[in-house]
């Protein structure tokens, strides 16, 4: 499975994006799929992530202005950025677990799938 990334772009504090990430192949449910971001000299970092059975996480610093989703139809999965800091700043990626568990922690060692990164800028 290749997974690609788009959506992202530059946009202004407060502003809001939507991430798509496109399967080229079926991901299981019983896979877990995230959005990760990397800062610049900063290390890769868990944003969101669905896990088997659908439970959500967020990092704290994203928690009420974003939304993880999937579309398994479509084999997609989207990451809607509201109120957007210049924090949030980065290369943001797409990324399918390496196992399955429905208690799977976000941390990017748990996935081995990784879309190129589609970057984020948000000006202040």
């Known amino acids: 499975v290749q997974l690609v990334e788009s959506g992202g772009g530059l946009v202004q504090a407060g502003g809001s994006l939507r991430l798509s990430c496109a399967a080229s192949?079926?991901?299981?449910?019983?896979?877990?799929v995230g959005w990760f971001r990397q800062a610049p000299g900063k290390e890769r970092e868990g944003v969101s992530c669905i896990r088997r059975g659908g439970g959500t996480v967020y990092v704290d610093s994203v928690k009420g202005r974003f939304t993880i989703s999937r579309d398994n139809a479509k084999n997609t999965m989207y990451l809607q950025m509201n109120s957007l800091k210049p924090e949030d700043t980065a290369v943001y990626y797409c990324?399918?677990?390496?196992?399955?568990?429905?208690?799977?922690?976000?941390?990017?060692?748990?996935?081995?799938?990784w879309g190129q990164g589609t970057e984020v800028t948000v000006s202040s």
């Open positions: 192949g079926y991901i299981s449910n019983d896979h877990a």
């Open positions: 990324a399918r677990s390496r196992w399955s568990s429905y208690y799977l922690s976000c941390s990017a060692s748990n996935f081995d799938t």
